[in-house]
């Protein structure tokens, strides 16, 4: 008996080994197969993935595929922060793909490169430091039928206008820049972003303003201060018209602007000069800040209240401003209203009277 059991247990321990046996080869098999743990983009992708001077490269493949990324998504993600590779593509270019940070909420490119402080940068990393196609992509931002003017013309995406101003006009156009566009999209004069940028830049009314009279006007893009934070451009009155002293240096302006309540007080063109309205403010997004009779007189009789030799009741002004035979200004009685006839010496810091121009 005792041998039979001896056998039968020898038996049942020579088939657990053989089981066993069979158990170990089959894992032995199977590690075979297995892929080796991933420590880099060349475990998954070819060798020169990440290399621009391959032919390998990522940017090469994907522009084969036209730009298109949905094979990226399935393991970076769908915003290509991550996924189930755990590897953001954002990490080396937070502005590709296009086709998601692009079209955002934020308002395509524009939105973006509003959203941090236009890093032209980013731009030329990848269509070359001309913007006309670089090492990485050879699409040019400057004949894609957006960088151009109306005409057509190639401008660059550093222009003035390229931001704030008229976008179609020309990059030589140098009073384009100013709004209407403003930074943020804005087109209401209402909008202090806005303004009377084209009140004082167009022929109209008066003397043309430099954009130099309020403001530090950069020469390239990315000068300091050009573009901070708040994307509000500062006020700062560093030309001469602004500041300009009259009545033999008695009346000195002491320009400033209120941001809060959006208005300029102390200019000399806007009544700080002999026999002006001293205390006139205007309101730089308001309604008939140009009125006549703002700046000197009343809005019903423009001459000026005090130092006038004819007085406040005269409405003849073309009988004394005049230059060159043509008046400053004249009444029509017929209408009752004023107009301004020389623009190019109103608010041009010189009196014109009896048929010469000089200080006053």
Known sequence: MRSSRSLLRLSALGVGMVLALFALGGCSELSDDLPPASS???????????????????GAYLKTKNWETQECRSCHGALYDGGTSQVSCLSCHSAFPHSVVFTSSAGYHPGYLQANLYPLTECQSCHGTGYQGGARVDVSCTTSGCHVDAAGTVKTPEACNTCHGVFTAPESDLLSPAPPKSVAGGTATSDPRVGAHQAHLRAGLGKVVKCQECHSVPTAWDDANHITSDLRAEVLFNDTLANLATNNGAVVPSPAYNATTNQCSSVYCHGTFKSGNLSNAPTWNGTDQAACGTCHGTLSNPAPTSGHPQGASSLNCQNCHITSGIPIAQYSSGSGTWSIVDTARHVNGKLSLFGTEAAY
């Open 40 to 58: 880099g983009p060349g475990d998954v992708h070819p060798e020169g993935w990440v290399d621009e001077s391959s032919s390998s490269f990522h």
